[in-house]
């Protein structure tokens, strides 16, 4: 197979060889290094590339070329390779406006020149970015074939899990697709055995569970040991950051998720005011970066495996899974982390999977090409996901119970939602009701300043509404507030008086549930900042409290 290719673009020709000198000395095993000394000359060499289905990994411009601006020339070469990083060559000088390039997503990076030596300043940005690229190349090489019903819940269901995993896979929809069609034919199966997911080598899976499915991708599903240091109940960001620390500083580490690393986080198409990422980064890409970690430092990870019960067992702490197994530990993280909160109008309940669905992975949008798209939710994951779906869908309206998009939304999304022109915003606005009998159909909406109600005409609607904590499953062990919030630290004081069932000397550390040696962390504890870097804070924070109370145990025994 033809190596991906890199390809450089400048009219300066000691500059072009210098570069060419540096990517190959780096990367010449693993790439082609393709040289271009006019815009024109490079397009036409990518489209005759594409043409043969050639890869690219990457292009390089100069910001300042004679015939156009760089940025101009990496948006033509966006259309034929959308998958390519995008990179501009700058000066000091023009710093500003590569960054607002990156702003409007036109570029991924800009390197600064003279970028002597590579070491410091070519090589870190650039084997970030091929990574990022080659991690998505090589399995899209072997990707599986999910065929099955657009309006089936279960292949709603098994999608969603295989993008939150980060396993490419192409939808074969019954309705519009003849391969799907000639698929089932050739495996000798009927519409009575949809969905099927079928592996590149010929295997396939009948109406899977995710179980079965994630045995098969050969996730892991089960902990290896009966015993661990730490146990941690969730892997989205808060829980991943623990893991990492928790493992790094000797831990004998396990994470456990009933659905993928990433939590809530990792269904984000974007975020942009991450710290240390300025051209944003998706929440699957922060969540696969922080599996690596983790790993790497000795970290364990089964999904998908739910935590049904919590009990104690003197100094130790033991989670019932729900296969039945029981995995003991001597510190408990709870990093369980929030849904979004349901829809209560009527029709939505079995519409649900059905066109009605709450949040949606990246991979929905291609479902919706050329369609228009209602989003319900006025916060940041709202905001994310209109952004991204404008770029597939026909028209996108985002229905807003509050009267400005400000109260919950970081000014970055407004900004950029307000320049998308096919996205609308219905401000005072929600969903009364849901249409349709196979599928969704319509929806009703409703003003609440101008008290007009209207039915339109819809077929997906994504739900980005509140947050729901599910801890009804540590009832009688952890105490909660009266939205379900599990109560840490001093929230657990009342007028100076520790909780009667605490019985140390001392007062619960931050992060510490009623239950010593229990913690919870994230978007799951009381009063905490439902950001991203917020969580990843608390779940590095609770290694270092999970490292007292250890000390502690220490002491008494």
Same mark, same amino acid.
């Given at each position: 197979?033809?190596?991906?290719?890199?390809?450089?673009?400048?009219?300066?020709?000691?500059?072009?060889?210098?570069?060419?000198?540096?990517?190959?000395?780096?990367?010449?095993?693993?790439?082609?290094?393709?040289?271009?000394? *006019?815009?024109?000359?490079?397009?036409?060499?990518?489209?005759?590339?594409?043409?043969?289905?050639?890869?690219?990994?990457?292009?390089?411009?100069?910001?300042?070329?004679?015939?156009?601006?760089?940025?101009?020339?990496?948006?033509?070469?966006?259309?034929?390779?959308?998958?390519?990083?995008?990179?501009?060559?700058?000066?000091?000088?023009?710093? @500003?406006?590569?960054?607002?390039?990156?702003?409007?997503?036109?570029?991924?990076?800009?390197?600064?020149?003279?970028?002597?030596?590579?070491?410091?300043?070519?090589?870190?940005?650039?084997?970030?970015?091929?990574?990022?690229? $080659?991690?998505?190349?090589?399995?899209?090489?072997?990707?599986?074939?999910?065929?099955?019903?657009?309006? +089936?819940?279960?292949?709603?269901?098994?999608?969603?899990?295989?993008?939150?995993?980060?396993?490419?896979?192409?939808?074969?929809?019954?309705?519009?697709?003849?391969?799907?069609?000639?698929?089932?034919?050739?495996?000798?199966?009927?519409?009575?055995?949809?969905?099927?997911?079928?592996?590149?080598?010929?295997?396939?899976?009948?109406?899977?569970?995710?179980?079965?499915?994630?045995?098969?991708?050969?996730?892991?599903?089960?902990?290896?040991?009966?015993?661990?240091?730490?146990?941690?109940?969730?892997?989205?960001?808060? #829980?991943?950051?623990?893991?990492?620390?928790?493992?790094?500083?000797?831990?004998?580490?396990?994470?456990?998720?009933?659905?993928?690393?990433?939590?809530?986080?990792? /269904?984000?198409?974007?975020?942009?005011?991450? $710290?240390?990422?300025?051209?944003?980064?998706? #929440? +699957?890409?922060?969540?696969?970066?922080?599996?690596?970690?983790?790993?790497?430092? #000795?970290?364990?990870?089964?999904?998908?495996?739910?935590? /049904?019960?919590?009990?104690?067992?003197?100094?130790?702490?033991?989670?019932?899974?729900?296969?039945?197994?029981?995995?003991?530990?001597?510190?408990?993280?709870?990093?369980?982390?929030? *849904?979004? @909160?349901?829809?209560?109008?009527?029709?939505?309940?079995?519409?649900?999977?059905?066109?009605?669905?709450?949040?949606?992975?990246?991979?929905?949008?291609?479902?919706?090409?050329?369609?228009?798209?209602?989003?319900? #939710?006025?916060?940041?994951?709202?905001?994310?996901?209109?952004?991204?779906?404008?770029?597939?869908? @026909?028209?996108?309206?985002?229905?807003?119970?509050?009267?400005?998009?400000?109260?919950?939304?970081?000014?970055?999304?407004?900004?950029?939602?307000?320049?998308?022109?096919?996205?609308?915003?219905?401000?005072?606005?929600?969903?009364?009701?849901?249409?349709?009998?196979?599928?969704?159909?319509?929806?009703?909406?409703?003003?609440?300043? /101008?008290?007009?109600?209207?039915?339109?005409?819809?077929?997906?609607?994504?739900?980005?509404?509140?947050?729901?904590?599910?801890?009804?499953?540590?009832?009688?062990?952890?105490?909660?507030?009266?939205?379900?919030?599990?109560?840490?630290?001093?929230?657990?004081?009342?007028?100076?008086?520790?909780?009667?069932?605490?019985?140390?000397?001392?007062?619960?550390?931050?992060?510490? /549930?009623?239950?010593?040696?229990?913690?919870?962390?994230?978007?799951?504890?009381?009063?905490?900042?439902? @950001?991203?870097?917020? *969580?990843?804070?608390?779940?590095?924070?609770?290694?270092?409290?999970?490292?007292?109370?250890?000390?502690?145990?220490?002491?008494?025994?």
């Amino acid at each position: 197979m033809t190596k991906p290719a890199l390809v450089v673009v400048d009219d300066s020709p000691t500059t072009l060889h210098q570069l060419e000198h540096d990517l190959q000395q780096k990367y010449g095993n693993r790439f082609r290094i393709l040289e271009a000394t *006019s815009c024109q000359q490079a397009i036409d060499q990518l489209r005759e590339m594409n043409v043969q289905n050639e890869p690219v990994a990457a292009l390089l411009v100069d910001a300042d070329m004679p015939e156009m601006q760089g940025s101009e020339f990496l948006q033509i070469a966006r259309a034929l390779y959308p998958k390519a990083r995008r990179i501009l060559l700058t000066t000091y000088e023009d710093s @500003r406006a590569a960054i607002q390039a990156i702003s409007s997503a036109l570029i991924d990076y800009y390197i600064m020149k003279p970028w002597e030596p590579p070491e410091a300043n070519l090589y870190p940005a650039l084997d970030d970015l091929l990574a990022d690229w $080659l991690a998505f190349y090589e399995t899209s090489q072997n990707q599986l074939r999910l065929v099955g019903h657009r309006w +089936s819940p279960q292949m709603h269901e098994i999608g969603d899990f295989l993008a939150r995993n980060r396993i490419p896979y192409q939808w074969l929809y019954v309705e519009n697709s003849s391969e799907a069609n000639q698929v089932l034919t050739q495996l000798g199966l009927s519409l009575r055995n949809l969905p099927v997911v079928i592996c590149p080598d010929g295997s396939y899976l009948v109406k899977p569970s995710l179980v079965q499915l994630a045995e098969k991708i050969h996730l892991k599903t089960h902990a290896e040991q009966p015993f661990y240091d730490l146990i941690i109940i969730g892997s989205g960001p808060a #829980g991943l950051a623990g893991g990492v620390y928790g493992a790094s500083e000797g831990l004998h580490t396990l994470l456990i998720d009933q659905e993928a690393a990433g939590g809530q986080a990792g /269904t984000s198409s974007r975020i942009e005011n991450y $710290l240390g990422f300025p051209v944003g980064l998706s #929440g +699957s890409d922060l969540a696969c970066r922080a599996v690596i970690q983790a790993k790497r430092f #000795g970290a364990e990870i089964i999904t998908p495996q739910k935590a /049904t019960k919590v009990r104690l067992d003197g100094q130790y702490r033991c989670v019932e899974l729900g296969d039945g197994t029981e995995l003991r530990c001597h510190v408990l993280v709870l990093a369980c982390g929030v *849904s979004y @909160r349901r829809l209560d109008v009527p029709g939505i309940g079995h519409l649900t999977g059905k066109g009605v669905y709450y949040g949606g992975s990246v991979t929905e949008a291609m479902t919706c090409i050329d369609e228009d798209v209602y989003i319900v #939710g006025g916060a940041n994951s709202a905001g994310q996901a209109s952004i991204y779906f404008a770029k597939y869908a @026909r028209h996108v309206t985002m229905l807003v119970r509050a009267d400005s998009l400000a109260k919950d939304m970081s000014r970055y999304l407004i900004d950029q939602i307000a320049s998308t022109p096919n996205i609308e915003v219905k401000t005072s606005t929600h969903v009364i009701a849901a249409h349709g009998k196979q599928h969704l159909e319509s929806i009703t909406i409703f003003n609440d300043i /101008t008290q007009a109600e209207q039915t339109l005409p819809a077929t997906s609607l994504f739900i980005y509404i509140g947050a729901e904590p599910h801890t009804e499953w540590l009832q009688g062990i952890v105490r909660v507030d009266e939205k379900g919030f599990i109560l840490t630290g001093s929230d657990l004081i009342h007028e100076g008086r520790l909780p009667e069932d605490w019985a140390l000397d001392r007062e619960p550390f931050h992060l510490e /549930t009623n239950v010593p040696g229990v913690f919870a962390v994230g978007d799951v504890r009381h009063g905490s900042v439902k @950001r991203v870097a917020s *969580s990843v804070g608390e779940g590095a924070m609770a290694v270092m409290f999970v490292h007292r109370y250890l000390d502690n145990i220490a002491l008494r025994t």
